[in-house]
């Protein structure tokens, strides 16, 4: 057989079909122009950046923005951003004391926004659990709830006690004047030592629990206020003490340690205790609004009459000890535990979780007619060994009255001489 053979040209065009199957080689396009790059506004730019402060040489002549006047320099604040001073009485609301930390003038710091809720928000925000009736019946019959009729008629029943103890002291202290004017001086002398046996054998005052508004609407309303308050400073509605990691645990919070020892909470005020915390579950709060004044800052009002004796509200909030909290600024801490030894003192720090207690304002210590102001008390009582902060009305409480107690009831610390 004759070997095949190609001639160079047919191998040149088999060279050429290889080349033809080959991809052919993309065209390069020009490169697209980068797109124009968007320029942020200078108001925004500065709204983001950090701010810096040029310190002057000096601060002798600085004055007020609000009265203009210099004097007083050592109530003069001066802003970390804008470097401006103001009196603390001249701003509105009226700081009690020197910041420790950095300040921002109102100007600065921006308006806060209060914000106003709808129904579902305010039951959301409050985590209010609905119960019906035969919950209600079954956790009475088991002893672990009172009925609402029952509680009522208990309630009568105290406030009927009160009245009568309180008509036995006043005529206790009214027999030994008058019998002094018959009685010989021997049998005066004995009837003031009866009269000092029945001071001794007085009943203790019980707590009352606060009766909620009867209108649903009205609650609602009452809640939307603290609601609003509370967003408004960024701070979570807490219905109890917390204890959150970094802080004191819970078991740091013994009453036995209390210097001087601590007063225990009854059984029958623990029973009211335990009715009014069933009643706030329930989203029957006390009849209480919080209501913004230019001068006091959030405040605290009475939606409804509420009788002298009755249980407003728990102080709540983070639980701390006071060597973790001594330069903070926090203007709402409360003492919980004044222990024999300082390093186990624990306060309530209201600045991230709170509730309602925070926003009531504190009387001048200064003034004879800021005292007058005073309707409720601060007490502090060991329940089930625990310490617990309880605010409690002092007098009878008119609707629209505002509520004021004494800051310095236990230690002179608060400064008050600013307040109204």
């Not at 709204?47 to 002057?56: I, K």
């Not at 060991?382 to 002092?394: D, I, M, P, Q, Y």
Request: a positive charge.
């Amino acid at each position: 057989m004759v070997p095949a053979t190609t001639s160079p040209a047919d191998s040149r065009r088999l060279v050429g079909s290889r080349r033809r199957t080959e991809a052919p080689r993309r065209m390069l396009s020009p490169s697209p122009s980068p797109p124009p790059k968007k320029l942020r506004p200078m108001a925004e730019i500065l709204a983001t950046a950090r701010y810096a402060v040029v310190e002057r040489d000096d601060y002798s002549d600085m004055s007020c923005e609000q009265c203009g006047s210099g004097e007083r320099p050592d109530e003069l604040l001066l802003c970390d951003k804008c470097d401006r001073g103001f009196h603390m009485k001249c701003l509105r609301p009226i700081v009690a004391r020197v910041p420790i930390g950095s300040w921002l003038c109102r100007s600065c710091s921006g308006q806060r926004r209060v914000r106003s809720f709808s129904q579902k928000k305010i039951i959301d925000f409050f985590k209010i659990r609905k119960c019906n009736a035969v919950e209600e019946k079954c956790a009475s019959s088991q002893g672990q709830g009172i009925s609402k009729v029952s509680f009522r008629k208990q309630v009568a029943s105290m406030m009927e006690e009160l009245a009568f103890s309180r008509a036995k002291e006043k005529a206790a202290a009214e027999e030994p004047a008058a019998s002094s004017l018959q009685l010989k001086p021997v049998d005066a002398r004995k009837r003031r030592r009866r009269s000092a046996s029945l001071v001794l054998q007085k009943k203790r005052r019980r707590l009352l629990p606060f009766i909620p508004s009867e209108d649903p609407v009205q609650r609602l309303k009452q809640m939307g206020t603290l609601a609003s308050a509370l967003t408004a400073l960024q701070i979570e509605f807490s219905d109890g003490l917390t204890y959150m990691p970094g802080m004191a645990p819970r078991s740091a919070n013994q009453a036995k340690l209390e210097d001087g020892g601590m007063q225990v909470l009854s059984k029958e005020d623990t029973e009211t205790l335990e009715y009014c915390q069933a009643m706030s579950k329930r989203g029957e709060c006390p009849p209480l609004v919080v209501v913004f004044d230019s001068c006091e800052g959030f405040t605290v009002e009475a939606d409804g009459q509420i009788k002298d004796m009755t249980f407003i509200a728990e102080y709540n909030g983070d639980v701390d000890f006071l060597n973790n909290r001594e330069h903070d600024d926090c203007d709402s801490m409360m003492t919980l535990l004044l222990a024999t030894d300082p390093s186990k003192s624990l306060v309530i720090c209201p600045d991230k979780r709170g509730n309602i207690a925070r926003f009531i304002n504190g009387i001048n210590n200064h003034t004879p007619e800021s005292k007058k102001k005073q309707n409720c008390k601060c007490v502090r009582y060991s329940v089930n060994g625990e310490c617990r902060v309880f605010l409690v009305a002092t007098r009878d409480i008119a609707k629209g009255e505002r509520l004021y107690y004494d800051y310095n009831g236990y230690e002179h610390e608060y400064p008050t001489h600013h307040f109204v």
